[in-house]
């Protein structure tokens, strides 16, 4: 049998139908997409050094769910004040000082926007979102998440505001490039972290409600399950060194403690293990659980591309926390004091500087199972989901006091509410966003927030300081012991 040669009009048939397929695909790839579902098409594992560097996104493209009725305003239900805020919460009048004098303008905000990834404004109780950029993974997600929750823990209680978030790495607003006394006023950006050379206003992260990337539960059953960790190794039958592991490569900071590691020439006391990501996702995160890691005497911090969110994990395990000096704080860590919670370790000598806490720790047990556990059980019982609640609604309303300006809804903002939002996720998203939902409000109010104390903040940073300064005359007086031979 011959070859059959199609004929002209079977030709145009296919012709037509193929371009009819194309277009089909063209317009599915062009319909809009939940910020929920980007993360599907964000690599979380790759080893760049800072997830600043994203393109932008078309703001129709990402909005979190929409929601179809927000005429009701939420019911407000007073109640009296509860008891003292923990004392990490003072940070919040510092970290509004450049605003003091001057407010907040309209103007001030939108010069922010070229920082941000998106716009939050609160109006009557209810949340809008317009969006610049795409946060890495879900961050900006879970971020705004957690705010909605924030306002159905304490309904009608939040006043109208108008915010610009940075979702990145980084702090953005950089003091350098403003002067307050002079009149040239930062602009008003929230972000995870900030450093003492910038102006971003710190907010708790989005890894409270959970990170579904790296299946990191909800802060609420995390906790749980790290008290549960505690519990399955006494503190003298631990590992006699100091345990690390995560990525190395987002930082500088983190390759280098990776000459720490145990070596034939060298054991400085550490345990350091490289955390494969996309290995560890294909496995089901079986190498991951944090729970199981409270294994080792110590534990070390440090950080990454900027601050990272495991410093509370790591220092929940009952071990002492070895934190190499950091650069950036987020909203809690401004109250540890080394000594206490942590113990401090030089950035500059790393490895002879993580033995001397080690065999320090190993000859002083008992003071080493007290710093121990007074950093778990600040991370255990002060960062509580009420506290961060009460954190986030503290810092939005005295932002909400410094507007000078009327907030309304930007026009290109859309409606956002949990139940729409949730609604669009599955996966761990979805379990992750049901898990964390609050379930009605809150029967009492929110703690009450200390006043400004400047005096007690000087106060504070001196003893810092001296708590460093002993430790380093600590390690100056072993070196000197060592080289000469007694």
Known sequence: MG??????????????????????????LDQPISAGKWYFFRNPFGL?????????????????????????????????????????????????????RSGITREMLEAGKK????????VGGKAYVETYRKSFQTRDLFTIWGILQLLSWYPGRIPDLDLMFN??????????????????????????????????????????????????????????????????RKWKDRERSAYWRGNPYVSGTREDLLKCNLSESHDWNARLYIQNWDEETRRGFKQSNLADQCTHRYKIYVEGAAWSVSRKYILACDSPTLSVKDRYYDFFSRSLLPGQHFWPISADNKCPSIKFAVDWGNSHPQKAQEIGKAGSSFILNDLRMENVYDYMFHALTEYAKLLRYKPTIPSAAKPVCS???????????????????VEGPRNAGPCALPPPDPAAIESLMRRKKESVKQVQRWEREARDRRNKGT
Request: charged residues 20%; contains cysteine; negative net charge.
């Open 3 to 28: 070859l059959k040669i199609p004929s002209p009009v079977s030709i145009a048939i296919s012709f037509f139908l193929l371009l009819g397929v194309l277009f089909a695909g063209f317009q599915w």
């Open 48 to 100: 760049t050094h800072s997830s600043d560097d994203l393109p932008a996104r078309p703001a129709a493209e990402d909005c979190p769910g929409v929601c179809a009725n927000t005429t009701t305003a939420p019911e407000v239900r007073p109640f009296p004040s509860g008891p003292s805020c923990p004392d990490y919460l003072r940070w919040i009048h510092e970290d509004l000082r450049p605003w003091n």
């Open 115 to 122: 920082l941000a990834n998106f716009r939050l404004a609160i």
């Open 167 to 232: 979702g990145g790495d980084v702090p953005r607003v950089l003091a350098k490039h403003y002067r307050p006394n002079k009149g040239l006023m930062p602009p008003p950006v929230f972000h995870y972290c900030a450093d003492d050379a910038s102006h971003d206003i710190v907010f708790p992260d989005w890894s409270f409600w959970g990170w579904a990337e790296v299946n990191i539960k909800p802060w609420e059953r995390l906790v749980k399950e790290l008290r549960a960790g505690n519990g399955r």
């Open 419 to 437: 139940e729409s939002m949730a609604s669009t996720e599955s996966g761990r998203v979805k379990e992750f966003m049901i898990e964390s939902k």
